[in-house]
């Protein structure tokens, strides 16, 4: 008996949009928490560390999630693209 492939479009593409939003939730986050940073009162060496840190480890790490996350919902788009054009 042969295999049948395949994948629900709409599904997909539910799947592709709640990536979207993740990844916009993650900007926002991210948007927050550096404002927060910026306006909170610490000075010394402990605070430039953790500032220097926020800016280049964490943050940076934040983005590519999103960014992981919108390559992600794009690539499920294609395949959902390609199962409707597929099933014409």
Known sequence: ??????????QVRALAREMDREAEG???T????TGTLG???????????FRD???????????R???ALRET???ARANAD???RASQ
């Open 65 to 67: 999630v999103a960014s």
């Open 39 to 49: 306006n909170t009162q610490w000075t010394g060496p402990d605070a430039t560390q």
């Open 1 to 10: 008996m042969a295999q049948v492939w395949g994948l629900d479009v709409e």
């Open 82 to 84: 390609a199962q409707e």
């Open 73 to 75: 919902a794009q690539a």
């Open 26 to 28: 993650i900007d926002q």
């Open 53 to 63: 840190e926020w800016q280049g480890a964490h943050s940076t790490a934040l983005r």
């Open 30 to 33: 991210l948007s927050r928490l």
